[in-house]
């Protein structure tokens, strides 16, 4: 009589079949059906989740205007405001050229009177 054969069984290593979605915390889903916090991989997943949260968030500032990539607008917070004479009252008619009140503004502190 031949001796019987053993056969090694090999438990199969768990493997990550999925991570928590959003932002709350890692929670990494495993294989055996076991729930763990911590893994490199299901911290790459939440780090990539949250760069796009970032970056849907991001304005593109332009000196004047905000454009978000939703496609909404504010103002720019660091716009530089254009306080010329000209940008302030309407000078229409008025003979002298937008560099001379400008000037007259910036030199006497007032924006000079419109000339018809």
Do not use: F, K
Not at 39 to 52: A, N, R, T, W
């Amino acid at each position: 009589m031949e001796p019987a054969e053993e056969t090694e069984t090999v438990a199969e290593e768990p493997y990550i079949v999925d991570c928590q979605m959003g932002l709350g915390p890692i929670e990494t889903y495993w294989s055996d059906g076991t729930v763990t916090g911590y893994s490199d991989y299901c911290q790459s997943v939440h780090d990539e989740v949250l760069q796009g949260e970032v970056d849907a968030n991001t304005p593109t500032c332009d000196g004047t205007v905000c454009r978000y990539p939703s496609g909404a607008t504010m103002p720019d917070p660091n716009a530089v405001p254009d306080d010329r004479c000209t940008n302030q009252i309407n000078y229409a008619g008025d003979p002298r050229s937008n560099a001379e009140i400008n000037s007259i503004g910036a030199q006497t502190g007032q924006c000079p009177e419109p000339i018809s």
